[in-house]
């Protein structure tokens, strides 16, 4: 079974650029969710998409956006880019939802985007 | 609201011996945890979970973690390190949404 993918998994971007980031889950999973990863503020939860709606959503500024497709794969997007931008950012997929079945929560993550903002 | 502490943000140890990596936590719905690992360059691994039962749960490559429901830990632990288990490791508690919340995390540095 493909594991999570998540393109590009490097690019450079400068202030006021914006980016979309893509991410393709494991099959059959319905949940993706997003991370940013700096080495000051560790893995902040961005946002979480399940059945094309927007689940969950961290505590990031309207920059920060995403949207699932009918195939469950999501995109991130983020506007205005600023220096601080600049980070891995995850993708994480699971199986389940919120209703029926067992949802323990696990994730099972892509090996990352990471962004450089000039 | 859950919460994660990883007690402690960097652990130098010398190859073969023992290793803990400390997690605490407060959650206000059933507890599930886990200890996720990452290594340079990549995302993060799923070294083990607790979901229910035995409260000493084993996972990947030697390593095993107890829960602690009195004193809210999830401890990490491995007998006997490589160098290859240099790496950062994530303790996180599944929240009341389903969302996993997730520690600082502990840089484990094995020297030769």
């Known amino acids: 079974k493909a594991g999570v993918t998540q393109t590009p998994r490097y690019l450079i971007k400068t202030r006021g650029q914006q980016v979309t980031l893509s991410c393709s889950p494991i099959?059959?999973?319905?949940?993706v969710s997003w991370y940013q990863q700096t080495p000051g503020q560790g893995l902040q939860f961005l946002f979480e998409?399940?059945?094309?709606?927007?689940?969950n959503k961290g505590n990031f500024p309207g920059r920060f956006s995403g949207r699932q497709f009918s195939n469950s794969r999501s995109e991130m997007n983020v506007s205005t880019l600023e220096l601080g931008d600049s980070a891995l950012y995850l993708c994480?997929?699971?199986?389940?939802?919120?209703?029926?079945?067992?949802?323990?929560?696990?994730?099972?993550f892509g090996e990352g985007s990471r962004l450089t903002v000039l | 609201a859950q919460s994660v502490t990883q007690l402690d943000s960097q652990v130098p140890v010398f190859e073969e011996a023992p290793v803990e990596l400390r997690c605490n936590y407060s959650?206000?719905?059933?507890?599930?945890l886990f200890w996720y690992v990452q290594y340079p360059n990549q995302g993060l691994q799923l070294l083990l979970k607790?979901?229910?039962?035995?409260?000493l749960v084993k996972g990947i490559n030697g390593f095993e973690a107890e829960f602690n429901k009195s004193q809210t830990s999830f401890h990490l632990r491995k007998p006997s390190v490589h160098i290859s288990d240099t790496a950062e490791y994530f303790c996180?508690?599944?929240?009341?949404?389903?969302?996993?919340?997730f520690g600082k995390g502990t840089l484990l540095t094995v020297n030769p």
């Open positions: 607790y979901l229910s039962g035995s409260t």
């Open positions: 996180a508690v599944r929240g009341s949404n389903y969302k996993l919340t």
């Open positions: 099959s059959g999973h319905r949940s």
């Open positions: 959650s206000s719905v059933s507890v599930y």
């Open positions: 998409y399940f059945s094309e709606t927007q689940r």
């Open positions: 994480a997929s699971s199986p389940s939802g919120t209703s029926g079945g067992m949802n323990t929560g696990e994730l099972f």
